[in-house]
């Protein structure tokens, strides 16, 4: 029997288009902060930045972290609704996390860092809606 | 459901008093070895629960436990089956001829190209660290020997295959997970829905509302984690937190005059929840794992 291989949320993160001072763009398992999928815009090559990198699995646990707490909190505001997405601004980076809502794919968060003294925070969020398409397509 | 399951791991309202243990060393000492060797074969793991480790070329490529659901799960739940023949599907799932016959079943499914490339990759890569997490480490887990056996693939691999460190490390922090989750709920844990106190109004996830829907009667983590396809430590963690917002508790609660494990009071609303950080940092310290 020929063995069927999944590699597609690597090709999906490499094709995805550039946002302006993007550093890295991270799919992670909500449920466990499971890094599934990490791309580094400085190394496309994946020779550091990838799922395993410690730094990045450190980065996604923090956003795991917020995404529960929030989550929690939705919980108990009737009225308030899912939430789209969470914004961390710290000097140099902002981080933005997006939960992925399409049918087969809610599970997942998408965590972008971007530079910030390059990147435009209100067309990034714009960006980050067709880098979800261009994801889930 | 109390009793044996077929994984032989005692379930039920005692069923989380086992200890939790470390990465078995028989195990890992012995894939680390075929790696090095650059083998390809299937490494079975004899014990409670056992399972199957795929290695290609000195990479693990996919995992297999008997006690978590595998990718086929996964798929075969996402063609959104009758319900009462999932149930029974479900059952014949956890058996080894039914779950090879799943995995036929669900090849011909990731064939047809009809399920999102991104959550199947994602669902397989959560399937292959579920398994190894449950077959190597864990409450009641023990490894007594291993067979390895040469040039057996598996029906679907990752297509990013892992060395053992990024494995071995993907294990340990969950098994950290597992520690801090364990102070409230195990995955062989019997959970029921909590009885309404007062008006108290959340709003679920689709996720949530899934195993929500599932508890009219006694159930545990690793029960729901089958019959929702996804994994045992992530329905774990779920089940967590829906203990968190007093719509879900554990029996053994009950004969604890309503305490949980770590002694806070059991079916009310709280606010707390696991910390990612601290299972994601080896140095910060959290629960005691012998």
Redesign the interface.
């Known amino acids: 029997m020929d063995v069927t291989q999944v590699n597609a949320i690597e090709l999906a993160l490499n094709r995805v288009p550039k946002i302006d001072g993007m550093v890295s763009a991270v799919l992670v398992e909500t449920s466990t902060g499971h890094v599934v999928g990490a791309l580094d815009v400085g190394s496309r090559d994946g020779s550091h930045g990838g799922p395993a990198d410690p730094v990045t699995t450190v980065v996604a646990a923090a956003a795991t972290d917020l995404v529960h707490t929030i989550s929690l909190l939705v919980a108990q505001q009737a009225g308030t609704g899912p939430f789209d997405e969470l914004i961390v601004a710290f000097r140099e980076q902002h981080h933005i996390v997006r939960p992925l809502r399409a049918p087969g794919h809610d599970g997942l968060f998408l965590l972008v860092t971007l530079d910030r003294r390059r990147a435009n925070l209100a067309l990034a969020r714009h960006q980050m809606q067709a880098l979800e398409s261009q994801i889930v397509a | 459901m109390v009793g044996t399951r077929s994984n032989g791991r005692s379930s039920g309202t005692t069923g989380g008093s086992a200890t939790l243990h470390e990465p078995s060393d028989t195990a890992t000492d012995r894939i680390r070895q075929l790696a090095a060797d650059g083998k390809t074969g299937v490494l079975q793991i004899v014990g409670s629960p056992g399972g199957l480790v795929y290695i290609a070329d000195g990479h693990i490529?996919y995992a297999e436990s008997l006690g978590t659901p595998g990718a086929e799960v996964a798929v075969l739940r996402?063609t959104r089956p009758d319900e009462a023949a999932w149930a029974a599907t479900v059952t014949a799932m956890q058996t080894r001829p039914g779950r090879k016959a799943a995995a036929k079943h669900a090849?011909e499914v990731?064939?047809r190209r009809t399920?999102?490339?991104?959550?199947?990759?994602?669902a397989?890569?959560?399937a292959t660290?579920d398994a190894l997490l449950d077959m190597l480490a864990g409450y009641g887990v023990t490894v007594t020997r291993t067979r390895f056996v040469n040039g057996q693939?598996?029906?679907?691999?990752?297509?990013?295959p892992l060395t053992p460190d990024?494995a071995l490390?993907?294990t340990a922090?969950?098994l950290r997970?597992l520690a801090a989750v364990g102070q409230r709920v195990r995955p062989d844990d019997e959970i029921v829905r909590a009885a309404a106190t007062g008006p108290v109004?959340?709003?679920?996830?689709?996720?949530?509302w899934d195993l929500v829907r599932l508890c009219p009667e006694r159930r545990t983590p690793r029960d729901l984690a089958w019959s929702v396809g996804?994994?045992v430590?992530?329905?774990t963690?779920?089940v967590c937190?829906l203990i968190?917002?007093g719509v879900l508790k554990t029996a053994s609660s009950a004969a604890r005059g309503g305490r949980a494990r770590d002694g806070r009071a059991g079916g009310r609303?709280g606010?707390r929840?696991?910390?990612?950080?601290t299972?994601?940092?080896p140095g910060i310290a959290g629960p005691e794992v012998s």
């Not at chain 2, 399920?115 to 994602?122: E, I, Q, S, Y």
């Not at chain 2, 109004?201 to 949530?208: F, G, H, N, Y």
């Open positions: 490529v996402a090849d990731v064939a399920l999102p490339p991104v959550g199947l990759d994602a397989l890569q959560s660290a693939r598996p029906w679907i691999a990752l297509g990013r990024v490390a993907e922090r969950r997970l109004a959340v709003r679920l996830s689709p996720q949530q996804r994994g430590l992530a329905t963690i779920e937190e968190e917002l609303p606010h929840t696991v910390s990612f950080l299972g994601a940092v």
